[in-house]
């Protein structure tokens, strides 16, 4: 198990322990085909992370007034957008 993230690729594991309601992990683990409960919280959660800073990223730059995605950030486009 490693990480795919490059700031986090080389780093040393630490011990961590989580708590959860009984059978969840194990449940998780067998739904989505990790080898094991480590692979799918680290994997869980560099995905969570990733999509967060591609959130952050796609909102800064729809907030750019000059960019062309300006038109992302305006309720009017999207509203006709989605129609």
């Known amino acids: 198990m490693s990480a795919t993230l490059p700031e986090f ?3 040393p ?3 961590t ?7 969840l992990f194990d449940r998780a683990r067998e739904e989505l085909g990790y080898a094991s409960n ?3 919280v680290v994997s869980l959660v560099e995905l969570a ?3 967060k800073l591609q959130r952050d ?3 800064r730059i729809a907030s750019n007034p000059d960019g ?3 038109a992302l950030a ?4 999207l509203k006709e957008a989605r129609r």
């Open 74 to 77: 305006d309720p009017e486009f």
């Open 17 to 23: 322990s989580l708590r959860a309601p009984e059978g």
């Open 49 to 51: 992370l990733k999509q």
């Open 13 to 15: 594991l630490k011990l």
């Open 9 to 11: 690729r080389d780093a």
């Open 68 to 70: 062309p995605y300006a």
């Open 57 to 59: 990223m796609i909102e």
């Open 38 to 40: 480590q692979d799918m």
